[in-house]
């Protein structure tokens, strides 16, 4: 009844894509040198609304080709290991996992610039990856360790990347669309021809604050792209459950969106080149970009309550976006199935190495509690909760 | 109410061959300034002990008089230029937003209809849609678009019509504002300013008179302040701007039409220090905002009655300034706070318990803490006048304190 029917829509765009890899006159195939461009078709065509739909033709190389299975398969091996180490209780409190969505993280930055920036919400660690993060700053912030890249006072919703261009991270439902318009405010007031891609869930969809920010940004031709990740989930509540009108991509009205499977990393990036062609002459865009997670909405939720195992294998069978960049690098015969499956050798150990160089940094110092309340403090003094032990001016 | 306070601040400024060293605005406060220093075209003025020296020993030769500060404003009186306090905001604004290109102002109605309370009148004109912009009715999108816009090193002013819409945006102003400096490890600084009218008005009904300090006081990570006078409201408006930390800077309904003459000179005060309005030996008054005036009224009583209060407009709401309040304090030993906030967990409630904490031994008597009543404010004239603190009740508790 209600899981099946969503359940075969999450499985449809699957046909496409066979016929693609079966009808390899569409395809042009290379000799696995690295510049030659080759040309990939998406899996579906684009849907779009108030707006022209860009070509379904995507032009890639060997080298992005590699570098995408690489990327996502570090991620999937990233957050695989994060799991792990929830359970092993070096991580605490809340860890939101995004594999299942890699291509959206791996697509977008392969269509974009470090100058355009990227906001999004608590389920970050792949996004801060692909903006030029290293795995030991994050496994030590996942365990709270000073290594991590905000000292291990943020945690796994706070991640931040100030020359990356990633503005994070973020634990409110919603919240970080608004300011992912002022960052797109604030790329129009110095005119420097970048955008903004403020990503959210589609929980966060029915959020207020995310009209009233749309309204604004198409009032004042703000280059913002809003980056709807829907997973058909908003924690334990399917996405027909919660919306009256799913379609997200519509829901701007006067701001043209365009639906994108997410699960296809050309896809995305086509997409999202687009976006930025479009943001930059004539204001807000919306992308709904249809993915899936494949854990729960974080590691407290066993993710089987709301959905059946059965669609989550079939997802992950049909549209799994490292699958479907391996069958394409198979296919085009620019590696051999021994090599992919050393990336991914080497990929693990590499989690493995970050994961114990986190280990062994240290937990913050106790004056670490003080620091960075404010930019420069005024001499007040703070204390700890007994007040007797922890006592700080602040610095 | 306009003109009745004329030049009661006794913060008078130096002439202008006293100045200081831009640079050392950003270092704390009372360690590093030095009023005699004279160096570049801005100074600082703080309220320090040089200055109390002075005017207690004028105190002991002069007829008390409730205004005592009247005979100070000698040689600076004549220069400088009256404004109303409206005014002077905008002339801070304005002069900020000359400085530094950065500097934008966000809000309803601000740009082309000139700002509700007229404090941005005549800048969209100047500085065109783009660095004044006229928002539509949607406080929690456009406070956090500014707090965005912080975080790329803009410097947006966002103006809330009144203090008490600002409660649409509360998750981004307690969660974004405050919090990204410290769980971004340092990476993004949010120099915001975030300001308004509040206070109870002539009245205005129990939704548009809202004291929202005392719902923003534990915030960490912001900074709070609280002007009222022309002289206090344009330096603290451009010592909020230039401050690298979110600020929230509260304005008073009633208190835009004050005037007061304030020197030509460019001026930016110290954002956490208090202002020591009259200086005095029995009792030390606490006050900030509307309530001061209600006090130096009371206080005109209290002295032709016998009395000598000590009267500090503490100006900082966050972080108190536990000096100069404790060096009052330690000179008084006694304490009486009047605020217009709630009485539960107000200003006062934890000015209260800070001052306790600090200077226990000091007190001869129990921290007496006068506010406004933990009831919505009422239509009704007569029933508003006493929700807030009337001079009559300033009076008693102070003899009631003193006995």
Known sequence: MALSRSGSNLLKPISPFFSCARAPSILSRSISSSNDSITVETSIPFTAHNCEPPSRSVTTSAAELRSFFRDMALMRRMEIAADSLYKAKLIRGFCHLYDGQEAVAVGMEAAITRKDCIITAYRDHCTF?????????????????????SNGKGGSMHFYRKEGGFYGGHGIVGAQVPLGCGLAFAQKYSKDENVTFAMYGDGAANQGQLFEALNIAALWDLPAILVCENNHYGMGTAEWRAAKSPAYYKRGDYVP??????????????????????ALKN??????????????????????????????????????????????????????ETELKDIEKEVR????????????????DPSELFTNVYVKGFGVEAYGADRKELRATLP | MATLFQGVGAVTPFSASSSLDSNKLLLPSRKSLSISDSRGSIFVYRSDALNLKAATRKQD????????????????????????????????????????????????????????????????????????????????????????????????????????????????????????????????????????PGGVGRQLGAEHSQRLESYFQSIPGIQMVACSTPYNAKGLMKAAIRSENPVILFEHVLLYNLKERIPDEEYVLSLEE???????????????????????????????????????????????????????????????????????????????????????DYLDAPIVCLSSQDVPTPYAGTLEEWTVVQPAQIVSAVEQLCQ
């Open chain 1, 129 to 149: 990856l692909s903006r030029g993060g290293n795995l030991v700053e994050v496994f030590a912030e996942l365990m709270g360790r000073r290594a991590g890249m």
């Open chain 1, 257 to 278: 969106g365009l639906k994108v499977d997410g699960m296809d990393a050309f896809a995305v990036k086509q997409a999202c080149k687009f976006a930025k062609e479009h």
């Open chain 2, 274 to 360: 208090a202002e020591m309005v009259r200086p005095g030996e029995h009792i030390t008054i606490l006050t900030y905002s509307r309530m001061r005036y209600h006090v130096m009224q009371a206080a005109k009583t209290l002295v032709n009655k016998g009395y000598d209060p000590e009267v500090i407009d503490i100006r900082s709401l966050k972080p108190f300034d536990l000096y100069t309040i404790g060096c009052s304090v330690k000179k008084t030993h006694r304490v009486l706070i009047v605020e217009e906030c709630m009485r539960t967990g107000g200003i006062g409630a934890s000015l209260t318990a800070a001052i306790t904490e600090n200077f226990h």
């Open chain 1, 349 to 364: 150990k590499e989690v493995d190495n970050a994961i114990s160089k986190a280990k062994e940094s240290e937990m913050p």
């Open chain 2, 61 to 196: 030769l002069l007829i008390p008089n409730a205004v005592a500060t009247k005979g100070e404003t000698s040689t600076s009186a004549k220069s400088g230029h009256e404004l109303l306090l409206f005014e002077a905001l905008r002339e801070g604004l304005e002069e900020e937003m000359e400085r530094d290109p950065r500097v934008c102002v966000m809000g309803e109605d601000v740009g082309h209809y000139g700002g509700s309370y007229k404090v941005t009148k005549g800048l969209a004109e100047k500085y065109g849609d783009l660095r004044v912009l006229d928002t539509p009715i949607a406080e929690n999108s456009f406070t956090g678009m500014g707090i965005g816009a912080a975080m790329t090193g803009l410097r947006p002013i966002v103006e809330g019509m009144n203090m008490g819409f600002l409660l649409l945006a509360f998750n981004q102003i307690s969660n974004n504002c405050g919090m990204l400096h410290y769980t971004s490890g340092g990476q993004f600084t949010i120099p915001i300013v975030i300001r308004g």
């Open chain 1, 283 to 336: 204001g807000p865009i919306i992308l709904e970009m249809d993915t899936y997670r494949y854990h729960g909405h974080s590691m407290s939720d066993p993710g089987s309550t709301y959905r059946t195992r059965d669609e989550i294998s079939g997802v992950r069978q049909e549209r799994d976006p490292i699958e479907r960049i391996r069958k394409l690098l198979l296919s085009h015969e620019i590696s051999t």
